[in-house]
């Protein structure tokens, strides 16, 4: 996706600080933080939200959630945490999905 800010990461013409990335996955922090800790955690095969997923992005998305707790002691995970996912609907946008690429907000290090 040519104007996808999170392409555009996975490609490098967008700086990131990157904590995990392998072939399929990229994990890396949020550039407003609203915790101690936020993390975006992406496929990184383009898709927008989980109603607009096809069976091989679903496939995925099962392997990144079990990804992320592998990555406890880096994404700082031992105390707890919480997992987001803002999603777009088809007749608005009440949970203010901002970029179109689906990605789970990782929330560590605090109370909540
Ligand atoms: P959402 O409302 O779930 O779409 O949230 C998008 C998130 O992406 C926000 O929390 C932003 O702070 C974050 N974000 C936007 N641009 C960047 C970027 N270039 N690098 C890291 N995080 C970003
Ligand atoms: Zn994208």
Redesign the pocket.
Known sequence: ?QD????KI?KGEIPSTKLYEDEDFLIFENINPTTKYHYLAIVKE?FATLAEMNEHQAELLGKLLAKIPTLSEVLHLENGYRLVMNQIGATGNDAKQEV??LHIHIHSGQEM
């Open positions: 996706m996808c800010i999170f392409c996975v383009h179109m690429h």
